[in-house]
């Protein structure tokens, strides 16, 4: 049984600063890819970051580029987003995501939700005006 919790979560002024934190763990289990999705009232889930261990490479939804950065240590399966100048519009529960298999349709994929084979529970991210 493979099991994400995220951490980190809460209320924050705009512009102001939050850290997320992910931890997987399982038997057996190898993460290949560990990534963050978020998801507001009335909307669908969306791709926030992601970064391959493989590679290193990071890869970024462009409504968060600059402002957020994905890092981690593979051989903890750890992950974590530090989200900064944040917006109101950044206001939802954010996912923590991994792939537990790594193809080449996940390079076109990524930021697509069935590229991920095990997900957290969420952690809410508020952010007033």
């Known amino acids: 049984q493979v099991q994400l919790v995220e951490s980190g979560g809460g209320l924050v002024q705009a512009g102001g600063s939050l850290r997320l934190s992910c931890a997987a763990s399982g038997r057996a289990f190898v993460s290949y890819v560990m990534g963050w999705f978020r998801q507001a009232p009335g909307k669908e889930r969306e791709f926030v970051a992601a970064?391959?261990?493989?590679?290193?490479?990071?890869y970024y939804a462009d409504s968060v580029k600059g402002r957020f950065t994905i890092s981690g240590d593979n051989a903890k399966n750890t992950v974590y987003v530090q989200m900064n100048s944040l917006k109101p519009e950044d206001t939802a529960v954010y996912y923590c995501?991994?792939?537990?298999?790594?193809?080449?349709?996940?390079?076109?994929?990524?930021?697509?939700?069935?590229?991920?084979?095990?997900w957290g529970q969420g952690t809410q991210v508020t952010v007033s005006s």
């Open positions: 995501a991994c792939a537990a298999t790594l193809s080449l349709r996940w390079y076109s994929d990524y930021d697509r939700s069935y590229s991920y084979d095990y």
């Open positions: 970064i391959n261990w493989s590679d290193g490479r990071t």
